[in-house]
């Protein structure tokens, strides 16, 4: 048996950067924006992974990692099993976190807001644009539900592709995008001495609050 790893002195320094007030841009949104092209220019292996922290009705927190597809000044972006226990969550409870983490950057984002669906026409123009057997996979997935095996879900595959050959392959209405409208957002870059640097951004009637925060 392997023997249990003891985590309790594995650390390291955050020596990548810093942050501070003159140098953060005053929109979240363009902060956020400059943070993803310096991690998309680093080639930064899944840059646009983030972590999706939702809650239903019995209150527990429940967090997986999803794909930002887009995002703007009306939010945040991503597609998903409308039905699926996120997607369950978030219709029970409509807010959501999201965070980002780019470990060889040294940076943290976090986004907090209220979720709401994308307009039909949207999800379809995304699902349109995918492969053939991603479109197949999304039709044929109960996402979170338990399955028999992994047989089973091959030949749901096997059957849909047979009958997709002649017909286009379109977008199920219990798959689509969601929106995050961000109303927090907080960058953290790690410094040394765990005297990292922080900033919170708090929408206030349509302008946005910027404060340090203590690491
Ligand atoms: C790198 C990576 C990317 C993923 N992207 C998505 C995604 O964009 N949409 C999605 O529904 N699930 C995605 N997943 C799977 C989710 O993490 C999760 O397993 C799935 O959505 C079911 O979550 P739920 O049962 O909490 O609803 C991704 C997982 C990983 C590791």
Request: charged share 30%; glycine share 6%; with cysteine.
């Amino acid at each position: 048996m392997k023997k249990q790893q003891d985590t309790r002195n594995v650390r390291r320094d955050y020596l990548h950067g810093q942050l501070s007030k003159e140098n953060l841009d005053q929109d979240p949104v363009r902060q956020f924006g400059h943070w993803m092209h310096d991690a998309v220019e680093a080639e930064i292996t899944d840059a646009t992974c983030m972590t999706l922290a939702t809650c239903g009705d019995d209150g527990m927190p429940a967090a997986r990692i999803v794909l930002l597809k887009h995002h703007d000044e009306t939010g945040f972006c991503w597609y998903t099993h409308y039905q699926s226990t996120k997607g369950i969550q978030l219709q029970q409870n409509p807010k959501a976190s999201l965070l980002f983490y780019w470990r060889e950057m040294d940076r943290q984002i976090r986004i907090s807001g209220v979720v709401e669906k994308l307009p039909a026409e949207t999800s379809d123009h995304y699902f349109d644009s995918r492969p053939i057997e991603s479109r197949i996979g999304a039709i044929v997935s109960q996402q979170s539900q338990p399955i028999k095996s992994r047989q089973a879900l091959l030949q749901q595959v096997e059957q849909q592709t047979q009958s997709s050959e002649n017909a286009a392959v379109k977008r199920p209405d219990y798959w689509g995008g969601y929106r995050l409208k961000p109303s927090e957002f907080e960058f953290w870059q790690g410094r040394e001495d765990r005297l990292h640097d922080r900033f919170r951004y708090l929408k206030n009637d349509h302008h946005w609050k910027i404060e340090r925060l203590a690491p």
